[in-house]
């Protein structure tokens, strides 16, 4: 299943999450390795400070354990308690490990928190020969076999370590990174929110600027279009009113001139001059109707387009037309009209020049909302990557898009050309 609501977001939504989702990914980075540098430092200092700090008091315990001055002992011990927050216990025991001295800090700690560092409480001796007064040497105490220097263990430092304390200092130090990177956190989205501002104005302003431009396109090539038809027109008027009521008039003129002549060379060129003359006036009413389509204005746009399916048809050039219409095409408005029908004129020309088919479909459906049309053709088709490059294909793109309509061309080589539009009413 496709997410799809990011296409429905404003341009700056896109603009801030785009910025916003990596400052976020960094900032929870950030803080993920702070938390866990913390602990880690919590755990290193606890794995070096216990043994040492256990290792320390079994050194100097030793005289205050053989000698049994305990309250001294005691006394030391409370005063480091007091003095490191992070040891929470410390015990002197015995060789069979029997409690001397401990003393403990009065903030409880969970046991599962809890480290335990022993180090043993060693009684060193140095043996010295001496001679009795006999002369020999004088070993009565000295264990057999013993060194110059013996060692012996009389007790035990157990120190209980608590990371209560590093992990409230710890922890403050944290939120100081968090509250630093919070802010900068928030002065980079504060950033992104003025940049994604300002890139959204500044897109808006140019698809204002687009569109605005589109517009003034649509309505140039639509004043071009209405002043080309309305020359059309004149063209058209011009060559029936003048040129072909000149024709009718040499032609009249060249039939009184066969009726008074005998037979004869005169009488010959004058039928040649009516010859003449109605192969002009055919052209020209062929030239008038090319110009200016006063089927359209007789028959509608349905009726326009079927006349010139028929004529393209009757010319038996192996490609055979048909017209399929749907709907009422009275009333339609002016320029819609004509523009239609000059791309139906476009179109079948290029698969008659072009397509080598052997049947093309011409499709007009006049809907509620729209006008849509398709030409088919199965002729050879052409490359999809050169639709643009051929000047009737822009001339009809051009026509749609100055009515506000969407044009299609659907073609392949040897696949055949469907071209589809879509006329909003």
Known sequence: MRWTPWRQWRVRARLLAMTAIPLAYLFCTFVWYAYQSRLAEVREEMAERGPLVAKVLADSSEFSVVSRRYDDLRLTLNGLLRTDPSIYRIDVLDG????????????GASAAELRYDEAPIRKRLMWVSMLA???KPYQKDRPAGASGVTVETVGYVRVTMSPSALLLKQTRRFYVELAVGSLGLLACALLAWQLAKGLDASLQASMRALREADDEKRRLIRKVNTAVEDERQSIALEIHDELNATLIAVRLEAQRIADLSPEGETRDKAQSIIRLALGL?????????RLRPEVLDMLGLDGAVEEMARRYDNARGGCRFDLRARGDFSGMEKNIAISMYRI?????????????????TVTLAREADALRMQIADNGRG???AQASAGIGLVGMRERVYALNGSIAIDTGLAAGTRITIVIPL
Do not use: M
């Open 344 to 360: 139906v004129q476009e179109a079948l020309s290029n698969v008659v020049k072009h397509a080598r088919a052997s049947q093309a």
């Open 281 to 289: 006036y055919n052209s020209g009413r062929s030239l008038v109707r």
């Open 382 to 384: 052409f490359d999809p």
């Open 133 to 135: 007064p006999d002369g």
């Open 96 to 107: 069979q490990r029997r409690t001397l001295v401990h003393a403990a800090a009065r903030a």
